[in-house]
C-alpha cells in the first residue's frame, strides 16, 4: 500500500486528527469513538497491521482506518490502548496466521 507523503496521524489533547494530505484530515473526538478493531491487509509479500476506528456523530456512525505505514501510528495505538477495556494481547491474534485479516475487536463503549 502506498502512503501518500503527508498522510500522518496527530494526537492532541482530546481528539486524533487523521491526515491524508495536507488539505484533507478528520478530526475525531476520543470521547465519541465506539468501537476499534485492528486487523492485517494482506499487501503481497507482507502484511499491513490497520486500525479501524468506528466513532459517533451527528449523522451516524462513521470509520476511518490508520495503518502502520502511516505517522504517528505507533503513538496513536498507544494512545488507544489506555481507554478503560482495551483488549491487550491484541498482537499475536492479529499477527498469526501471516496473510490472514484476523479482524479482531480490542475497544468497544458500553452504552
Request: proline share 5%; with cysteine; hydrophobic share 40%.
Amino acid at each position: 500500500m502506498a502512503t501518500k507523503p503527508d498522510a500522518k496521524i496527530l494526537l492532541k489533547p482530546l481528539v486524533i486528527e487523521i491526515h491524508h494530505s495536507a488539505d484533507e484530515f478528520i478530526t475525531i473526538p476520543f470521547n465519541q469513538i465506539t468501537r476499534i478493531e485492528i486487523f492485517k491487509r494482506d499487501i503481497l509479500v507482507t502484511d499491513l497491521i490497520c486500525s479501524q476506528i468506528y466513532y459517533q456523530t451527528n449523522g451516524g456512525i462513521r470509520s476511518a482506518i490508520i495503518h502502520e505505514e502511516m505517522t504517528g501510528f505507533d503513538e496513536a495505538l498507544s494512545r488507544i490502548a489506555k481507554f478503560p477495556g482495551f483488549m491487550t494481547g491484541w498482537r499475536d491474534r492479529v499477527v498469526l496466521p501471516p496473510f490472514e485479516e484476523n479482524r479482531t475487536t480490542v475497544f468497544r463503549r458500553d452504552g
